[in-house]
């Protein structure tokens, strides 16, 4: 199993731009969220969602938009980046909903919006 | 809704000494208390879990965590660090009840030195 992946690991934008962070899991979960990771922060739940075609916003929604599709899949989008934005996002999947699951991490993804 | 107070930022320690990171946190209902590590660009991992029983709760890589209901934390201890684990660690919490979301402290960075 590849666990959770994330494309791109790094990405540079201008304020305005919009761009789509992909997040993928191959281990059929069924709950999958994004974070943000920002200095002396911690991590910042955005979003999540608890199965396909279900979404629920987190601690810090906006800006962000999300969608799922699939089981696999869980795109969190920016549609007009900010400098605020600047950010580390990781994606996690867990099995079931129970939040007694371990939640596993993709690598992250490092935005810089200029 | 619930919270999670790491707290130190930085806790420098030389090889083989013993460590203990501190984590409180805050809650009206049942909790589940998690404690991830993150490596240097890695993603998070998980290293110890407390769902309920026996309040001393064991860990990969010889860290244990104590739950303490009474004073509402969950420290985590090694008896001896090596240098490897550098890194940063990350307490959180999650409500029992549905499918809860975890909220995570602020971290707290472990450098440890020769």
């Known amino acids: 199993n590849a666990g959770v992946t994330q494309t791109p690991k790094f990405q540079v934008l201008k304020t305005g731009q919009s761009m789509t962070l992909q997040c993928a899991q191959d281990?059929?979960?069924?709950?999958m969220s994004w974070y943000r990771q920002d200095p002396g922060m911690g991590l910042r739940l955005i979003h999540y969602?608890?199965?396909?075609?279900?979404?629920d916003q987190g601690e810090v929604p906006n800006g962000y938009n999300v969608s799922r599709s699939t089981t696999e899949d869980f795109p969190l989008r920016l549609l007009s980046a900010a400098p605020s934005q600047t950010s580390v996002y990781f994606c996690?999947?867990?099995?079931?909903?129970?939040?007694?699951?371990?939640?596993?991490f993709g690598p992250g993804t490092r935005l810089t919006v200029l | 809704a619930q919270s999670v107070t790491q707290l130190d930022s930085q806790v420098p320690v030389f090889e083989e000494a013993p460590v203990e990171l501190r984590c409180n946190y805050s809650?009206?209902?049942?909790?589940?208390l998690f404690w991830y590590v993150q490596y240097p660009n890695q993603g998070l991992q998980l290293l110890l879990k407390?769902?309920?029983?026996?309040?001393l709760v064991k860990g990969i890589n010889g860290f244990e965590a104590e739950f303490n209901k009474s004073q509402t934390s969950f420290h985590l201890r090694k008896p001896s660090v090596h240098i490897s684990d550098t890194a940063e660690y990350f307490c959180?919490?999650?409500?029992?009840?549905?499918?809860?979301?975890?909220?995570f402290g602020k971290g707290t960075m472990l450098l440890v030195s020769p």
């Open positions: 959180a919490v999650s409500e029992v009840a549905g499918y809860s979301t975890l909220t």
């Open positions: 407390y769902l309920s029983g026996s309040t």
């Open positions: 281990m059929n979960h069924e709950y």
């Open positions: 809650s009206s209902v049942s909790v589940y």
């Open positions: 969602s608890v199965g396909a075609g279900i979404t």
């Open positions: 996690a999947s867990r099995r079931g909903l129970t939040a007694s699951n371990e939640q596993f």
